[in-house]
């Protein structure tokens, strides 16, 4: 079994957000799960977020959602593989 997961690291949360979301809206369909984590609750929030993305699809397609993501100023993607060890 292989695995795909995204990892994003976005640096300015507040200014960022809303266009990594547009752009994982549109891509949507390859995306099976989703957890974004930042640290703080209320008046406190952080300004940095970590979206880990499980995908599907295409190699060329979530090479595609990477580069996209990682086009945004303050954001940086990193596509992972992993498969199991009897592979």
């Known amino acids: 079994m ?3 997961l995204l990892l994003v690291l976005i640096g300015k949360r507040q200014e960022a957000a809303v266009n990594v979301q547009k752009i994982l809206t549109g891509w ?3 995306i099976k799960t989703r957890l974004g ?3 703080g609750i209320l008046d406190k929030c952080s300004d940095e977020g970590l979206l ?3 995908l599907y699809g295409t190699k060329e397609q979530k090479d595609e959602l990477a580069r996209k993501i990682a086009v945004i ?3 940086t993607s990193q596509l992972v593989n992993l498969s199991s060890p009897s592979e």
């Open 37 to 39: 984590i930042h640290d």
């Open 52 to 54: 880990i993305l499980e």
């Open 73 to 75: 100023p303050g954001v």
């Open 2 to 4: 292989e695995k795909t």
């Open 28 to 30: 949507g369909c390859i």
